[in-house]
């Protein structure tokens, strides 16, 4: 199994920048793919980026070009780089990760954006 525990959530400006962490721990050598997701209230949970084992990357329409995720293997860590962030980017943000053939999900963590 895996165990995904998120960090690096807080309140920030609009225009600013966070860095979520998501530190992965078990049976993590067996990974297919990992993701960001997020969920505003009364909204449905939306994928916001994902890496893959191969090191490809996609983003939402959303944050393409604002956001970077990236992964540490060394550190069994992914980090979501937000910069540029919008009012709209406030969310919780949960990570996922797909592992023989089940999704596991992170508690989430809160980033708040004010205007």
């Known amino acids: 199994q895996v165990q995904l525990v998120e960090s690096g959530g807080g309140l920030v400006q609009a225009g600013g920048s966070l860095r979520l962490s998501c530190l992965a721990s078990?049976?993590?050598?067996?990974?297919?793919?990992m993701a960001w997701y997020r969920q505003a209230p009364g909204m449905q949970r939306e994928m916001v980026a994902v890496?893959?084992?191969?090191?490809?990357?996609n983003y939402s329409s959303s944050v393409k070009g604002r956001f970077t995720v990236s992964r540490d293997n060394a550190k069994n860590t992914m980090y979501l780089q937000m910069d540029s962030l919008r009012p709209e980017d406030t969310a919780v943000y949960y990570c996922?990760?797909?592992?023989?053939?089940?999704?596991?999900w992170g508690q989430g963590t809160q980033v708040t954006v004010s205007s």
């Open positions: 996922y990760a797909f592992w023989i053939g089940r999704g596991y």
């Open positions: 078990g049976s993590t050598d067996g990974i297919n793919y």
């Open positions: 890496r893959r084992s191969d090191g490809t990357t």
